[in-house]
């Protein structure tokens, strides 16, 4: 009975890890996204990931959207509010590339619509 007990507790569970996956259908990672980054941009581009809304851009309408230890820079569109913090949210918009004087030159998000999930 512990054998059987155990087969059908590892067989779910390895149906439920390989069927569950972090990133949402229809989006793609943060680090694919920054894998070649000359390739995608101006492309436009869904991302899912955790706001991290307390940095040193948060004035100037920029957060962090975290995948796990990997992020990027999202602007926020004109008249939107950030985002609360720690909170996961669906970023949509154009990757682009850009010099700034507080974090040097990054790869963000031009954000035309942020949502929460």
């Given at each position: 009975m512990?054998?059987?007990f155990t087969a059908a507790f590892l067989g779910l569970w390895l149906m439920f890890s390989l069927g569950c996956s972090s990133v949402p259908p229809g989006t793609m990672t943060i680090k694919d996204a920054l894998a070649n980054p000359e390739d995608q941009?101006?492309?436009e581009t869904v991302l899912v990931g955790m706001a991290e809304t307390r940095t040193?851009?948060?004035t100037f309408g920029m957060f962090k959207l975290y995948?796990?230890?990997d992020f990027i820079w999202v602007t926020l569109p004109e008249g939107t509010e950030e985002p609360p913090q720690g909170i996961d949210?669906?970023?949509s918009?154009?990757?682009q590339q850009k010099e700034f004087t507080i974090i040097g030159e990054v790869y963000y998000i031009l954000a035309a619509k942020v949502e929460m999930e």
């Open positions: 512990k054998k059987l941009l101006g492309a040193e851009m948060s995948q796990g230890n949210v669906r970023v918009g154009i990757l």
